[in-house]
């Protein structure tokens, strides 16, 4: 998959299977969202719980109909001009069912399914989320000469559960908020706090930083991430952790509402995003 691809041909590429890995830095330039897919009873609850909590759950969109994978409630997401390099004008320009590298499927709270495709998973009713990701913020920093270190090692970005209690709403009773970590001097945290505090629908300025920051939220073990890959962080050049509200955080939840929800749940993988026609800096 090449880095420099539109939006468009990316999610034409997980469709047909043709990329299956994560999309750091894929696409650069265009926004990376997350998903949620749940049964059309409980959506209402899970809007509300995105209300109580902005910072993990930045809603971008959701499904503009119940069952409908192909359109969402913000037509500027997914443009019809998008250049996808198909050659086919007759392809949907999304499907919600494919256009990811790899799904969780859930079921009672329990794991039981990665497929690359949830089309056997998906109902006329399911209701889909889409919310922001972080990586939609790692173009600008790289732009600005600080470019995050997942980026630069080529894996996905590191991800930590905290002790960071959530806003109950509706069933959606359990839960803390999920982390990225990013590492940087502390001379460069300001510049850092200002370029991504741009981005409040992806994740905005960063929740946390510094080494008292892991007692504070509850992180033991920096060489032990929940999601994602372990990057290093150089202390002895004056790198710190830097933490941002992340998109895992809806998993996490799904898996503490366990029986309380019945029927299949599908999210995205951490790291494994939907690639929108949106530009980072129209967010």
């Known amino acids: ?7 468009a041909a990316v999610r034409l590429q997980c469709r047909s299977e043709m990329h299956t890995e994560n999309t750091v830095g894929l696409a650069p330039g265009y926004v990376q969202s997350n998903l949620m897919v749940l049964p059309s009873e409980y959506a209402a ?3 509300s719980l995105c209300e109580r909590n902005p910072v993990p759950f930045s809603l971008l969109a959701t499904s503009r109909t119940t069952g409908d994978p192909h359109t969402l409630s913000d037509p500027k ?15 949907p320009l999304l499907d919600l069912r494919t256009d990811l590298p790899r799904y969780n499927v859930y079921s009672c709270g329990s794991l039981i399914d990665t497929p690359n495709n949830v089309k056997d998973y998906w109902t006329e009713s399911h209701t889909a989320f889409i919310m922001g990701c972080s990586f939609s913020f790692d173009s600008a920093l790289v732009a600005a000469g600080l470019p995050p270190r997942h980026i630069e090692a080529g894996c996905n970005v590191t991800m930590y559960t905290t002790t960071y209690k959530l806003h109950p709403a509706g ?3 359990e839960g803390t908020m999920v982390v990225s970590m990013r590492p940087y001097k502390e001379s460069d ?15 905005g300025e960063p929740v946390d930083w510094g080494w008292d920051a892991l007692e504070r939220l509850g992180i033991k073990d920096l060489g032990k991430p929940d999601f994602g890959d372990v990057v290093e962080v150089r202390r002895e050049e004056g790198e710190v952790p830097v933490f941002w509200g992340c998109g895992a ?5 799904i898996k503490l509402a366990g029986d309380k929800i019945k029927g299949h749940v599908i999210t995205h993988i951490p790291g494994f995003s939907l690639i929108l026609d949106l530009k980072d800096d129209e967010v």
Request: aromatic share 6%.
């Open 171 to 173: 069933i959606f009773t």
């Open 1 to 7: 998959m090449a880095a420099q691809s539109s939006a």
């Open 45 to 47: 609850d899970f809007v």
């Open 249 to 253: 955080t809806p998993s996490l939840v």
């Open 189 to 203: 945290i300001p510049r850092v706090r200002a370029i991504t505090g741009r981005f409040s629908r992806t994740h």
């Open 77 to 91: 997401l997914i443009s019809a001009g998008a250049e996808s390099g198909a050659g086919d004008s007759t392809l």
